[in-house]
């Protein structure tokens, strides 16, 4: 690794905690979300431990904070998740410890036996990102000599009281729902969408670069797997959560969900634009094929078709203004007549326009 890359690695580092540390403060945004969860996930933890050290008297109850705190996961349905396989995950290292300590004499034999027996269980999909805690529980007991009966129900019981505690704090203190995140997302990526056709127009008039046109339409694509997974995230956030029942979450998912929908048929015209004048570019094909007129009227039409989009995820994110439709159709008939039904750049690129039109009035 050269220097230069080292230098440019710290300083993406110090800017992505710079916008974090920005982002924190914003009602909605993933970074106040993280912070809420932070938060929740020492208080769970110092609940585990008052419990399990003042109240429960127990010995060093050092699972049941650990536990709490492992528990604390984005969304409610993933906290129970975690809870059960943390807990089924514990009890499997603790019996493997004592299985070990019980036909192995000595501490050495029965780290030798207990470790990798616990490394395979662990690999159990069930127990999916829990299964580290099986050979993590059953190395610390064989290793603190801890294998005793009073010593195993200490750990066990630990473990429960730290899931149930971890999960009834998420559950309780404002159980998490990312209504507000992926409402602020499909702004953005209608937003971004906008920009890109702005861009393209830019282009169209004469400010024409190097850089492929399906580049930033890449760009594009990849915004919409991880605005999949943001909605899916969103989702899944209600199940099992108290607040589902509440008209304005659901209501929000779904006006977010119909956005994304919009935004991904936006995507896909956009990609197809893209495509068609990087073929027009690479086959060479002369300049009148997309002559001075028609190349004026599509960076007009493509200005309209981004003020259309913001508009358009605007009303189905439920926050319309009441500002005017944009013309497109107009803009579209504008297109048509100065284009040459002769010129084959020109035809293709009417159609994939036109579906552009369509994608956002449907």
Known sequence: MDRYTMISGVRNDLRGAWGFAREAPRRGTWARETVVQAFKAGVAAMLAWFVAAYLLRLPMPYLAPWVALAVVRPTVHWSVLTGLRQVAAVALGVLIAVGSAALMPGRELALAMCVPVAFLVGYWPRLDDQGLYVPFTAL???????????????????????????????????????????????????????????????????????????????????????????????RDSLRLNPRQGEAWVRE???????????????????????????DS?????????????????????????????????????????????????????????????GAEAQAALLIALRRLALDLNR
């Open 140 to 234: 610390f007991m064989v290793a603190v000599d801890s294998v005793e009966e009073p010593f195993v129900l200490f750990r066990l019981l630990e473990t429960g009281l730290g899931a149930a505690i971890g999960m009834g704090v998420n559950l309780l203190v404002a159980p998490p729902v990312r209504v507000l995140t992926v409402d602020a997302r499909a702004r953005r990526d209608g937003e971004e969408t906008a920009a890109v056709l702005r861009e393209f127009a830019a282009r169209l008039r004469g400010d024409d670069g190097d850089e492929p046109w399906s580049t930033r339409a890449r760009d594009l694509d990849q915004r919409a797997g991880e605005a999949r997974s943001a909605l899916q995230h969103a």
């Open 281 to 341: 570019r690479r086959d060479g094909i002369p300049d009148p094929a997309l002559d001075a007129g028609f190349s004026r009227e599509c960076a007009s039409f493509l200005d309209t078709a981004a003020d259309t989009c913001e508009r358009r995820v605007t009303e189905l994110l439920g926050s319309a203004d009441g500002e005017p439709a944009d013309d497109l159709s107009g803009a579209l008939e504008a297109l048509e007549q100065h284009a040459d039904s």
């Open 252 to 278: 929000s998912i779904e006006s977010a969900g119909a956005a994304f929908d919009l935004i991904r048929r936006v995507n896909r015209s956009v990609r197809a634009v893209a495509d068609i004048l990087d």
